[in-house]
């Protein structure tokens, strides 16, 4: 049985600072905190922008940290899920308590829903804030609302926990645990994100024991009814900082920091637990300390390495205890039939060995064999369209496992081999011959070395790519990924699944035959049309003004356009991030622009298709703000940005893509980003930007689809179209002449009601003050009949 040893550390000093009811902090650099008497705690808000001044960088953390140790260690924080906007506001009110509220007045954390009457606040040198009525009460306090940290003195009480950061730059909520249990036991335990689900623990430690001659909890416990730090064999309270914090990769750990130290002086590990976490942790059903397909071996301090396989790459670069994706992608059953069945298996795959490599739990087998050889293993794996690797365990039997895999480790007790089928054509080919065909090299980045790229975008030849297509639009779009909404769930929660491949430069050339056939461009970059090595058409989108010296933030920003998978929305495939090369791989779709159907063939659509549209449209936007994984805004809906699939569905394309972009190139206008007779009022004047500006596109565009004529007036040609769309269609709503917006369309005219709604709808979404104008999911609900549509009013009247 495990103990944990539990110190008790004395206080140095109980000196507070008052804290009075409508004192308040603002979120920017400079002075934004409350100090401890002693200074030598900080409570307020720190910023995570890491020096980036650009306005949608300045983002803060409501926090405590130690002020006076270089590091400036945060040991507790409330909005990691939320960041604060430059300007947010903290302030403590009566009968309320803190509350934590953005520049445009929204909430984004408070204390508790309700705490009675409160008196004032006092910060104390122990670095707990604490919320006290009248009577001195104590009505709230951070050491009773842990994060991932605990402090001398503090307790962790029955039912309560620590929870793991994400990872070393993110402070959202991470998959590890420290739990006291209502037994009094104390365990570390993995939780599957982004749901609360306990998995079995991997550490318990019975409180009532002792250990290595650590002192027991005595009366502090048994009134306490919690774990405390306490002193035992530690360096002395009145020479270091103590802390005990619940790290990223899973590992407890007692740290220390010298008092006063310069600024050479770092935190020292005191003990950790467990002693062996890449063995400890093995859930089942869930991830493992190591992220999908990743390997876990042992380091330094007890802590896990985390390494992708040969020819795997980590999915998120700077999560290292990530999950990894394959460099290629194996073939799904069905697809090589033909090979398989004339034994050419060999020809395309090869296995990549690793010694002493396994996953001990049984998640991810789906077949044993036994008693079987290892060559027998090998080509069973090799003509398997599941198999992605086999394990040949103890000279007798053959483990064959699908992805993903869970909880891989390297053992040197392990007598097993792991043997990962890889494609050939993944392997590094030699340069090509063909003197008619030479193949650039990508153009270095500036100040940064080529060692930076990824090792495993080294793909060349043939892999098999998702079977749907994707063209070009004429004009790039732009998105903004809002972090404002991030409580609901992570996008860095369903890593596993986006399945991106990392291309080379020099595949996409071959695939475009060197970048020959142009589908469209815009001001950010020009689509190409390519196929695969089994001629499957893609269109590859080729970046000319991606902001170079950020590939993380690029690969980040891809990996959350990956994930999202909707049937409305145009589906990336992959990148290449190699130079000063940025590119993106998307399905390819045969029947062309929105724009082109409504605007550019002699017939309109039928009425019926054009609802259809409608609503279709409306689907992927609702998904985009409210159902994907992290929020996105497109920012540049228009008929351009709709792309129709072989079915005449549409499906959104260019959504993810602002973080990518130069602020000094966009469309139009100098950081506006956006199409002219498509952007929202509110870019204009100062105004927050939110999902809101979607639905204002979303109505212009949904009065193009009613009349089948664009908004852009005359530009677009014709006498009929010299007067802004917006203004004409409203005019012929208040005079009662609805059947000129669909004039000679027999099949809308008969359908009076339905018309009438569908414009209700548009002039609902083009309100100019946003607060009117209605989230997707109504405008979704009224296109639905499930909600009545309203008289709106006048919507230039803001």
């Given at each position: 049985?495990?103990?944990?040893?539990?110190?008790?550390?004395p206080?140095?000093?109980?000196a507070?600072?008052?804290?009075?009811?409508?004192?308040?902090?603002?979120?920017?650099?400079?002075?934004?905190?409350?100090?401890?008497p002693s200074?030598?705690?900080?409570?307020?808000?720190?910023?995570?922008?890491?020096?980036?001044?650009?306005?949608?960088e300045r983002?803060?953390?409501?926090?405590?940290?130690?002020?006076?140790?270089?590091?400036?260690?945060?040991?507790?924080?409330?909005?990691?899920?939320?960041p604060?906007?430059?300007n947010?506001?903290?302030?403590?009110?009566?009968?309320?308590?803190?509350?934590?509220?953005?520049?445009?007045?929204?909430?984004?954390?408070?204390?508790e829903?309700?705490?009675?009457?409160v008196?004032r606040?006092?910060?104390?040198?122990t670095?707990?804030?604490?919320?006290?009525d009248s009577?001195?009460?104590?009505?709230?306090?951070?050491?009773?609302?842990?994060?991932?940290?605990?402090?001398?003195?503090?307790?962790l009480?029955?039912?309560?926990?620590?929870?793991s950061?994400?990872?070393e730059?993110?402070?959202?909520?991470?998959k590890?645990?420290?739990?006291?249990?209502?037994?009094?036991?104390?365990?570390?335990n993995?939780?599957?994100?982004?749901?609360?689900f306990?998995?079995d623990?991997?550490?318990?430690?019975?409180?009532?024991?002792?250990?290595?001659?650590s002192?027991?909890?005595g009366k502090?416990l048994e009134d306490?009814?919690?774990?405390?730090?306490?002193?035992?064999?530690?360096?002395?309270?009145?020479?270091?900082?103590?802390?005990?914090?619940?790290?990223?990769?899973g590992?407890?750990?007692?740290?220390?920091?010298?008092r006063?130290?310069?600024?050479?002086?770092?935190?020292?590990?005191i003990?950790?637990?467990?002693?062996?976490?890449?063995?400890?942790?093995?859930?089942?059903?869930g991830?493992?300390?190591?992220?999908?397909?990743s390997?876990?071996?042992?380091?330094?301090?007890?802590?896990?390495?985390?390494?992708?396989?040969d020819?795997?790459?980590?999915?998120?670069?700077?999560?290292?205890?990530?999950s990894?994706?394959?460099?290629?992608?194996?073939?799904?059953?069905g697809?090589?039939?033909?090979?398989?069945?004339?034994?050419?298996?060999e020809?395309?795959?090869?296995?990549?060995?690793?010694?002493?490599?396994?996953?001990?739990?049984?998640?991810?087998?789906?077949?044993v064999?036994?008693?079987?050889?290892?060559d027998?293993?090998?080509?069973?794996?090799?003509?398997?369209?599941?198999?992605?690797?086999?394990v040949?365990?103890?000279?007798?039997?053959?483990?064959?496992?699908?992805?993903?895999?869970?909880?891989?480790?390297?053992?040197p007790?392990?007598?097993?081999?792991?043997?990962?089928k890889?494609?050939?054509?993944?392997?590094?080919?030699?340069?090509?011959?063909?003197?008619q065909?030479?193949?650039?090299?990508?153009?270095?980045?500036?100040?940064?070395?080529?060692?930076?790229?990824l090792a495993?975008?080294?793909?060349l030849?043939t892999?098999?790519?998702?079977?749907?297509?994707?063209?070009?639009?004429?004009?790039?779009?732009?998105?903004?990924?809002?972090?404002?909404?991030?409580e609901?769930?992570?996008?860095?929660?369903?890593l596993?699944?986006t399945?991106?491949r990392?291309?080379?430069?020099?595949?996409?050339?071959?695939?475009?035959?060197?970048?020959k056939?142009?589908l469209?461009?815009?001001?950010f970059?020009i689509?190409?049309?390519?196929?695969?090595?089994?001629?499957?058409?893609v269109?590859?989108?080729?970046l000319?003004?991606?902001?170079?010296?950020k590939?993380?933030?690029?690969?980040?920003?891809?990996?959350?356009?990956?994930?999202?998978?909707?049937?409305?929305?145009?589906?990336?495939?992959?990148?290449?991030?190699e130079?000063?090369?940025?590119?993106?791989?998307?399905e390819?779709?045969?029947?062309?622009?929105?724009?082109?159907?409504?605007?550019?063939?002699?017939?309109?659509?039928?009425?019926?298709?054009?609802?259809q549209?409608?609503?279709?449209?409306?689907?992927?936007?609702?998904?985009?703000?409210?159902?994907?994984?992290?929020?996105?805004?497109?920012?540049?809906?228009?008929?351009?940005?709709?792309l129709?699939?072989?079915y005449?569905?549409?499906?959104?394309?260019?959504?993810?893509?602002?973080?990518?972009?130069?602020?000094?190139?966009?469309?139009?206008?100098?950081?506006?980003?956006?199409t002219?007779?498509?952007?929202?009022?509110?870019?204009?004047?100062?105004?927050?930007?939110?999902?809101?500006?979607?639905v204002?596109?979303?109505?212009?565009?949904l009065?193009?689809?009613?009349?089948?004529?664009?908004?852009?007036?005359?530009?677009?040609?014709?006498?009929?179209?010299?007067?802004?769309?917006?203004?004409?269609?409203?005019?012929?709503?208040?005079?009662?002449?609805?059947?000129?917006?669909?004039?000679?369309?027999?099949?809308?005219?008969s359908?009076?009601?339905?018309?009438k709604?569908?414009?209700m709808?548009?002039?609902?979404c083009?309100?100019?003050?946003?607060?009117?104008?209605?989230?997707?999911?109504?405008?979704?609900?009224?296109?639905?009949?499930?909600?009545?549509?309203l008289?709106?009013?006048?919507p230039?009247?803001?």
């Amino acid at each position: 049985m495990l103990y944990l040893w539990l110190f008790l550390l004395p206080v140095l000093s109980v000196a507070q600072t008052d804290i009075k009811v409508g004192a308040s902090l603002i979120a920017r650099n400079g002075n934004s905190s409350w100090l401890s008497p002693s200074g030598e705690f900080a409570f307020g808000f720190r910023s995570l922008s890491d020096g980036n001044n650009t306005e949608d960088e300045r983002l803060f953390l409501l926090s405590i940290w130690y002020n006076k140790i270089p590091s400036r260690t945060v040991v507790w924080f409330v909005n990691g899920d939320r960041p604060a906007p430059e300007n947010s506001r903290l302030e403590l009110i009566s009968n309320v308590g803190l509350v934590l509220t953005d520049p445009q007045s929204e909430e984004l954390w408070r204390s508790e829903k309700s705490l009675g009457e409160v008196s004032r606040a006092i910060f104390n040198d122990t670095g707990n804030f604490v919320i006290l009525d009248s009577k001195s009460d104590k009505l709230w306090e951070s050491f009773q609302d842990p994060r991932d940290t605990l402090l001398p003195s503090q307790t962790l009480g029955k039912s309560k926990l620590l929870s793991s950061r994400r990872s070393e730059e993110s402070f959202s909520r991470g998959k590890f645990q420290l739990r006291m249990l209502d037994s009094g036991d104390v365990v570390l335990n993995t939780i599957n994100l982004p749901s609360n689900f306990a998995n079995d623990p991997y550490s318990l430690t019975n409180t009532a024991g002792n250990s290595n001659g650590s002192v027991s909890p005595g009366k502090e416990l048994e009134d306490g009814g919690g774990v405390y730090l306490s002193q035992a064999k530690v360096p002395s309270a009145s020479d270091f900082y103590h802390r005990v914090t619940l790290n990223v990769d899973g590992v407890l750990i007692q740290y220390v920091h010298p008092r006063n130290s310069n600024t050479n002086a770092s935190w020292s590990i005191i003990w950790t637990l467990p002693e062996d976490i890449c063995s400890a942790v093995s859930a089942t059903d869930g991830i493992g300390v190591c992220g999908y397909n990743s390997i876990c071996t042992l380091g330094d301090n007890n802590r896990p390495n985390c390494e992708c396989p040969d020819r795997y790459t980590l999915l998120d670069p700077s999560d290292k205890h990530g999950s990894c994706i394959p460099n290629f992608t194996l073939s799904f059953c069905g697809e090589d039939e033909e090979t398989r069945n004339h034994g050419l298996a060999e020809d395309i795959y090869a296995f990549v060995e690793l010694a002493n490599t396994g996953w001990p739990t049984t998640g991810s087998n789906y077949a044993v064999l036994e008693p079987f050889s290892e060559d027998e293993c090998r080509n069973s794996c090799l003509h398997d369209c599941m198999c992605a690797v086999a394990v040949y365990n103890d000279g007798v039997r053959c483990h064959k496992k699908k992805l993903p895999f869970s909880n891989g480790r390297v053992d040197p007790t392990f007598n097993r081999k792991a043997m990962f089928k890889v494609l050939k054509s993944d392997l590094p080919l030699p340069p090509t011959s063909d003197p008619q065909f030479p193949i650039p090299e990508p153009k270095a980045k500036e100040k940064f070395p080529r060692t930076l790229i990824l090792a495993g975008s080294l793909l060349l030849g043939t892999s098999v790519f998702v079977n749907i297509l994707f063209i070009g639009a004429s004009t790039l779009g732009f998105c903004v990924i809002n972090r404002k909404k991030l409580e609901k769930v992570n996008p860095r929660e369903n890593l596993a699944e986006t399945n991106l491949r990392c291309f080379t430069y020099q595949e996409l050339f071959k695939a475009t035959d060197g970048f020959k056939e142009e589908l469209g461009r815009g001001a950010f970059g020009i689509v190409y049309k390519g196929f695969t090595p089994s001629d499957v058409a893609v269109a590859v989108k080729k970046l000319n003004s991606v902001i170079q010296d950020k590939e993380k933030e690029f690969r980040t920003e891809v990996n959350v356009i990956g994930q999202t998978h909707h049937k409305n929305l145009v589906r990336l495939l992959g990148f290449c991030d190699e130079g000063q090369e940025r590119l993106l791989v998307y399905e390819f779709l045969s029947n062309g622009t929105l724009s082109s159907l409504l605007f550019t063939r002699e017939s309109r659509p039928s009425w019926n298709q054009r609802c259809q549209i409608s609503s279709a449209i409306a689907g992927g936007l609702l998904y985009l703000h409210e159902e994907c994984t992290t929020q996105i805004i497109h920012c540049d809906i228009k008929p351009q940005n709709i792309l129709l699939d072989d079915y005449y569905i549409p499906r959104i394309s260019d959504f993810g893509l602002a973080k990518l972009m130069k602020m000094d190139q966009s469309h139009t206008y100098t950081n506006i980003r956006g199409t002219r007779g498509y952007v929202a009022p509110e870019w204009f004047r100062g105004l927050p930007i939110t999902t809101k500006v979607d639905v204002y596109s979303y109505g212009v565009l949904l009065l193009e689809i009613i009349c089948c004529r664009s908004c852009l007036g005359g530009e677009m040609g014709g006498e009929r179209e010299r007067e802004l769309l917006t203004d004409w269609a409203y005019d012929c709503f208040m005079d009662g002449k609805l059947d000129a917006l669909v004039e000679g369309d027999i099949e809308a005219s008969s359908e009076t009601e339905k018309l009438k709604n569908l414009a209700m709808v548009a002039f609902w979404c083009i309100q100019e003050d946003p607060s009117l104008r209605p989230t997707m999911k109504k405008v979704t609900q009224m296109l639905e009949g499930a909600v009545e549509v309203l008289v709106p009013p006048c919507p230039f009247a803001f």
